[in-house]
């Protein structure tokens, strides 16, 4: 059992780290900050799941003030990455979306990466999968109530 945890440690950790580089080339090679990068994922994954995401709930997932957000918003959208539409439920509301610039270079990026991964899981079966499902579900859970101890946590530097 400790052979197969510590393989799966190396594995996440390769796998995390193989992640990293490839969405650091994505953003180096479209000319966005890392920070560019969480933010577009939040919009997809936002619109993913018919949430609609508006920049103060932006600013909160990034930990960004509302000044910073606002920059980052701007400069997303001059180049075509989101767009601030109303919210169709409350027209009051700005709320913003994943946009066809985004798409675009996204797909050309990462349409490859889709293939092969559709073409890895078509080797499993359904049990696997379930089975492999429940983990990650399970590892992201983890990760994510262990970052947010240590942000509610952070001790600050005394000045020097």
Same mark, same amino acid.
């Given at each position: 059992?400790?052979?197969?945890?510590?393989?799966?440690?190396? $594995? #996440?950790? =390769?796998?995390?780290?193989?992640?990293?580089? $490839? %969405?650091?080339?994505? %953003?180096?090679?479209?000319?966005?900050?890392?920070?560019?990068?969480?933010?577009?994922?939040? *919009?997809?994954?936002?619109? /993913?799941?018919?949430?609609?995401?508006?920049?103060?709930?932006?600013?909160?997932?990034?930990? #960004?003030? @509302?000044? %910073?957000?606002?920059?980052?918003?701007?400069?997303?959208?001059?180049? /075509?990455?989101?767009?601030?539409?109303?919210?169709?439920?409350?027209?009051?509301?700005? *709320?913003?979306?994943?946009?066809? &610039?985004?798409?675009? *270079?996204?797909?050309?990026?990462?349409?490859?990466? /889709?293939?092969?991964?559709?073409? #890895?899981?078509?080797?499993?079966?359904?049990?696997?999968?379930?089975?492999?499902?429940?983990? $990650?579900? /399970?590892? *992201? &859970?983890?990760?994510? =109530?262990?970052? %947010?101890?240590?942000?509610?946590?952070?001790?600050?530097?005394? @000045? &020097?």
């Amino acid at each position: 059992m400790t052979e197969r945890r510590d393989e799966l440690i190396r $594995l #996440l950790q =390769a796998y995390t780290t193989e992640s990293a580089r $490839l %969405a650091d080339e994505f %953003a180096t090679r479209h000319g966005l900050h890392t920070t560019d990068l969480h933010a577009l994922i939040a *919009v997809l994954a936002a619109e /993913g799941r018919g949430v609609p995401l508006t920049a103060g709930r932006l600013a909160a997932h990034l930990g #960004l003030s @509302s000044g %910073a957000t606002t920059a980052l918003v701007d400069r997303m959208e001059r180049h /075509g990455y989101v767009e601030r539409v109303r919210d169709p439920a409350d027209r009051r509301r700005v *709320v913003l979306t994943y946009g066809d &610039e985004a798409a675009r *270079v996204g797909r050309a990026f990462f349409g490859p990466l /889709g293939a092969d991964m559709d073409a #890895l899981v078509g080797g499993f079966s359904d049990a696997e999968l379930a089975a492999v499902q429940r983990f $990650l579900a /399970g590892v *992201v &859970e983890m990760v994510a =109530a262990r970052r %947010a101890a240590h942000t509610s946590t952070a001790i600050s530097r005394p @000045s &020097e």
